[in-house]
């Protein structure tokens, strides 16, 4: 997933967030502004549903957010 990033979410998507690591299927996310923060938070179960759906199994369950 942190290596994928790109090819997990859209282009925007990637463009102002980046994953910084995975623990107990929490993935901690560095973005660029609150503003982000809050759009990806709206689209979390999106975000982890495509992240799940391309690894074939359930290895994310929360996302959490830091504004670099």
Known sequence: II???DDVV???IAQNSQPIKIQRET???KVKSNVWANELNL???EIINK???KMGEKVISEI????R
Request: aromatic share 16%; glycine share 6%.
């Open 43 to 45: 689209r979390k179960g």
């Open 64 to 67: 959490l957010f830091k504004v």
């Open 10 to 12: 859209d282009k925007k």
């Open 3 to 5: 290596n994928s990033w």
């Open 51 to 53: 992240i799940n759906l």
């Open 27 to 29: 993935l901690f996310l």
